[in-house]
């Protein structure tokens, strides 16, 4: 017998992600946030902690036009 897939819980265009966990919140990954100090500012007063995103990938830099 196989399990069902689940969802990538880690979105990958944020680096931090804020886990919620509890019987009267449910328990969830919401990865949405910019900065720790963002994410700590969400979690405050809720049963939940933040940590890194270990899926981050941020877009590659361009470079500028070289300078004269």
Do not use: H, W
């Not at 196989?2 to 328990?27: F, H, I, N």
């Not at 969400?42 to 004269?68: D, I, S």
């Amino acid at each position: 017998m196989t399990k069902p897939a689940s969802a990538q819980m880690y979105d990958p265009r944020y680096p931090v992600c804020m886990r919620v966990y509890g019987e009267l919140v449910g328990d969830r990954m919401d990865c949405i946030f910019m900065s720790m100090k963002e994410c700590r500012a969400g979690a405050a007063g809720n049963p939940a902690t933040c940590l890194v995103n270990p899926f981050y990938a941020p877009r590659p830099v361009r470079p500028g036009k070289p300078e004269r």
